[in-house]
Nanobody, 123 residues
Framework: QVQLVESGGGSVQAGGSLRLSCAASGRTFSNYAMGWFRQAPGKEREFVAHIGWSSTVYADSVKGRFTISRDNAKNTVYLQMNSLKPEDTAVYYC??????????????????WGQGTQVTVSS
């Protein structure tokens, strides 16, 4: 079983940047597809980005601003967030699913989740 721990959240002004990290422990990290999701107050959890072995997919709302990457040697997936907007404010979660199942863009596609990290963007 993979355990996931996010870090790197915080408060930033609009236009700023943050880099989130998600450290995985347990079974072989490289066998997992990794996703980032976010949930704002009163809203459903929504897809942000996911990465397989090397392929990536982004939500339209973050395309061109966010970059997902992974370092299998460090068992870590990253989300570089640039040009942040107030509407990016949310709790950000990383998630994992076996790579053999392919990539997934729905929360229900993932069965392993981190505890979340808060990102607050002020105008």
């Amino acid at each position: 079983q993979v355990q996931l721990v996010e870090s790197g959240g915080g408060s930033v002004q609009a236009g700023g940047s943050l880099r989130l990290s998600c450290a995985a422990s347990g079974r072989t990290f490289s066998n997992y597809a990794m996703g980032w999701f976010r949930q704002a107050p009163g809203k459903e959890r929504e897809f942000v980005a996911h990465i397989g072995w090397s392929s990536t997919v982004y939500a339209d709302s973050v395309k061109g601003r966010f970059t997902i990457s992974r370092d299998n040697a460090k068992n870590t997936v990253y989300l570089q967030m640039n040009s942040l907007k107030p509407e990016d404010t949310a709790v950000y979660y990383c998630a994992a699913r076996p790579l053999v199942l392919g990539l997934g863009a729905r929360p229900s596609d993932y069965n392993l989740w981190g505890q979340g990290t808060q990102v607050t963007v002020s105008s």
